[in-house]
């Protein structure tokens, strides 16, 4: 059954729901990657709240002019609406009072979804209003999705990431350094709103197949996930919006998979299965590569230090430093050094003595700021230098590894 939901073999509807859902894990996870860039992750979570109020009532309005309401494409257009004047007042909140933004994100969300509520118990009340299936907006829905349903989803999503195509440079730049952007000239506030305002299009692109409170998890997310891969934002917003996509449509197939699995829970689920093993098994900044650096420095610690308790004749105790010093075939199984264990020891002593002339010497400050204790001498000074300080030291010259 898994494999008929991948291949879109399960049949009109499922296919439907993949493709929509793939494309608006795409937008979303590339438009996302501006917001975290920014730093205002939480603007989403109050976007989509503030798009409530707007379904309500525009589904009370094409109740009002003869329709049934479910008309998807003025429900959209609505919530679009309470979404923007959201925007709006959360804007104004941070500009003209001493509220800080996330005191106004939280004001903002609260009101807006509360007065959501409100209208969507008043629409229950209504003759249509039992059976008007607005509930879905909430965490999605996507059983009976039309074709045209599928149209608008794509052709938002598609909209949208074209836009984010366009002004892609100038939200970098704001995004990373807005003091910076506004000395060059650039409107750094009307491109924040539109920032906010492509998280918005995704937003209510996306509430028939995640829903206004899982929206948040798709936007969020991915960039996320991408940001463990990659330190170029370029890169970043390339690798959220394939996470997106690949969140989307798997968890678009596995709902369609197994009897009564929500679609847009699943499809979070999802993206946060990535997300997890992003942290996990990136190689540079996941936690698996943490481990694996602290082992080896925990390893150099140990040798240096046998080290140099074999050039200044003491024994070693230590199991771990034993065992380390075995492998890499410094001292025998009796603990005694082997020839190339005591080169390396005298070595090691040597480099501590060098390293003691440099951090004392005012000349040398810059050069002295790079101890660690195990750094090689030799990739911070030039022989000549080495050979000057052998000097001043005394006994052999140039002993080296």
Not at 141 to 161: F, H, K, R, V, Y
Request: with cysteine.
């Amino acid at each position: 059954m898994l494999w008929d939901a991948l291949t879109l073999q399960l049949g009109y509807n499922a296919t439907l729901v993949a493709v929509g859902a793939t494309l608006l894990g795409v937008s979303a996870g590339v438009t996302g990657t501006f917001l975290f860039l920014r730093k205002r992750a939480l603007v989403s979570d109050a976007i989509s709240h503030a798009t409530l109020p707007g379904v309500c009532l525009a589904f009370m309005a094409l109740v009002a002019l003869g329709g049934d309401g479910r008309n998807l494409i003025g429900l959209l257009a609505g919530s679009a609406v309470s979404a923007w004047v959201g925007l709006l007042c959360m804007n104004w909140l941070t500009r003209h009072t001493r509220l800080a933004e996330d005191a106004a994100i939280g004001a903002v969300l609260s009101v807006f979804f509360g007065l959501g509520i409100v209208l969507l118990t008043m629409i229950q009340t209504m003759g249509v209003g039992r059976q008007a299936g607005l509930e879905g907006f909430l965490l999605g829905s996507t059983a009976g999705m039309l074709w045209a349903d599928a149209l608008i989803i794509a052709g938002g999503g598609a909209a949208t990431l074209l836009l984010v195509l366009i002004l892609r440079r100038p939200m970098l730049q704001v995004a990373f350094d807005p003091e910076y952007a506004a000395a060059r000239g650039l409107p750094v506030n009307r491109i924040d709103l539109a920032m906010m305002g492509l998280v918005m299009a995704v937003t209510v692109v996306g509430l028939k197949i995640v829903g206004l409170i899982l929206i948040v998890a798709l936007l969020i997310i991915p960039p996320v996930t991408a940001r463990f891969w990659s330190d170029r934002s370029d890169h970043v917003v390339l690798l959220a919006g394939l996470a997106g996509g690949a969140a989307g449509y798997l968890g678009a197939a596995l709902s369609a998979s197994a009897p009564n699995l929500p679609t847009g829970p699943i499809i979070v689920l999802v993206s946060f299965g990535f997300f997890a093993l992003s942290m996990l098994l990136a190689p540079a900044r996941g936690v698996m590569a943490a481990v694996l650096r602290h082992l080896r420095f925990q390893r150099r610690v140990h040798i240096r230090q046998g080290l140099l308790a074999l050039a200044q004749g003491q024994k070693i105790y230590e199991p771990l430093t034993l065992r380390l010093l075995r492998r890499a075939d410094i001292v025998r199984a009796d603990g005694v050094a082997t020839e190339a264990g005591k080169a390396r020891a005298a070595k090691a002593l040597r480099d501590e003595k060098r390293w003691e002339i440099v951090r004392a010497d005012q000349a040398h400050e810059a050069t002295a700021a790079l101890y660690d204790g195990l750094r090689d001498i030799e990739t911070v000074l030039t022989r000549d230098q080495i050979a000057e300080i052998d000097r001043r030291i005394g006994g052999p010259q140039g002993v080296s590894a």
